[in-house]
């Protein structure tokens, strides 16, 4: 699974908890989101072990080409796991926290991600490792 996948799983899931209003659903959604910003354990990358494990090919590996001293990043942090934890605690506090008053931003969150996982473009990936993340 990659991770454009998986943006377009967890876009679609969260339209469709915030529809229903699935609320318990919605909270296992935040919590997973969290822990996998707290643990850098992705989904996507248990999927691939798995796969893996089970004897499942897949594309060749590419070779890792080293990148110039200017290109490397200031932070030993993943972007993908910046833009979980991000993801989580936006949810966490504009669904649990404030929501009478941020009602919309989970809403525009679950957009936003059904759009970066059809279009393969996230603009909050662009913006972190313009920021110096990995």
């Known amino acids: 699974m990659t991770h454009r996948i998986y943006r377009l799983v967890i876009g679609v899931l969260l339209l469709i908890f915030l529809y229903f209003d699935l609320d318990y659903l919605m909270l296992a959604l935040i919590a997973m989101l969290v822990l996998e910003g707290v643990t850098n354990v992705r989904i996507?990358?248990?999927?691939?072990?798995?796969?893996?494990?089970l004897g499942a090919r897949g594309k060749p590996a590419r070779q890792v080409i080293p990148a110039p001293a200017a290109a490397c990043p200031r932070f030993g942090f993943d972007s993908e796991r910046v833009m979980s934890l991000l993801m989580g605690l936006i949810l966490l506090l504009s669904y649990v926290v404030?929501?009478?008053e941020l009602w919309f931003f989970p809403w525009f969150l679950g957009f936003a991600l059904l759009g970066s996982g059809v279009s393969?473009?996230?603009p909050m990936l662009i913006a972190f490792k313009w920021l110096g993340f990995k």
Do not use: K
């Not at 996507?44 to 494990?53: A, K, V």
């Open 44 to 53: 996507p990358q248990l999927i691939t072990r798995l796969r893996n494990m």
């Open 98 to 100: 404030f929501y009478d």
């Open 120 to 122: 393969g473009i996230c």
